[in-house]
């Protein structure tokens, strides 16, 4: 039996390559030992059968963003908590944007587009520079979408003194158009708003907020995404 060796130790042995390239093939995902994909170049091997994808290549690799559906009591901004949730036994089913999930995909992601406080839904983390700045940086022109909860039955006229309240308000404060969907629930639309414009609002005309859920930013919507499961925003999808 062979000592045990780094794993871009034997793919250079194996596959006449550099020990950079070596590198860059494995954390890119397309080395597999025994048939297992295997991201860590100090990974120790021996006799295992190791194989290169017929499909690797050097490229580096591409930055991603991931969409999560965020469950009550976990802060949207706190990375540890946020990182019990973004593993791979979280990984929605339904995922058909075509990415190859790597573990590199799952850290140092940064966290785009808050919440309205106090809500859970539709979180958007990413690497990618470009997604980040159409969200953090050009968030006034982002449309969002919320179902609201109430804790009793709310009559058309709060309804109507709602939207009164949010087209006379302050420019500062945003674009809001609410609409009924149930008794007790209602969909709420809103451009640029703070972080607490929705909850404001609603206690002006006496609504007492039990639930708030976001479900769509832009034009991505949380279709089919389980609470506390993510999945990869496809790169043909923009906001």
Known sequence: MREPIRLDKRVVELFDCSRGDAVKYIQGGWVRVE??????????VQDQTIELDEDATLEPIAPVTLLLNLVEGLEPDDSTEIQQLITPENHCAEDYS???????????????????????????????YKVLRVLVENNKKKEEEYIVEFSDEFTPEALEQLNELAYNSDEAEGKLKASRQSETRMRVVIEFAHPAQIETLCKRVGLNIVAMKRIRIGRVAMKNLPPGEWRYLSRKTFF
């Not at 048939?35 to 120790?44: R, W, Y």
């Not at 940064?110 to 979180?123: E, H, N, R, V, W």
């Open 35 to 44: 048939g297992e994909m295997v991201e860590l170049p100090q990974f120790k």
């Open 98 to 128: 075509g990415v190859r999930m790597l573990n590199n995909h799952l850290f140092n992601l940064k966290p785009a587009s808050p919440l309205q406080s106090g809500a859970t839904g539709l979180m958007v983390y990413s690497k990618d």
